[in-house]
């Protein structure tokens, strides 16, 4: 039983923290993209 405290202990938290960034950074990375996309287009505007 101890052992799968540890198991649980030691993978669990680990998995928890790295989806809980994944989800983080992928809200920043929706945001940055959409940014791109704009100064793609204003280049291409001035570009005309």
Do not use: C, D, H, Q
Request: charged share 25%; aromatic share 8%.
């Amino acid at each position: 039983m101890e052992e799968i405290f540890k198991s649980i202990a030691n993978f669990g938290f680990p998995i928890v923290i790295s989806v809980y960034l994944l989800i983080r950074i992928e809200a920043k990375l929706e945001r940055l993209t959409e940014s791109i996309n704009e100064l793609s287009k204003t280049i291409a505007a001035m570009g005309k």
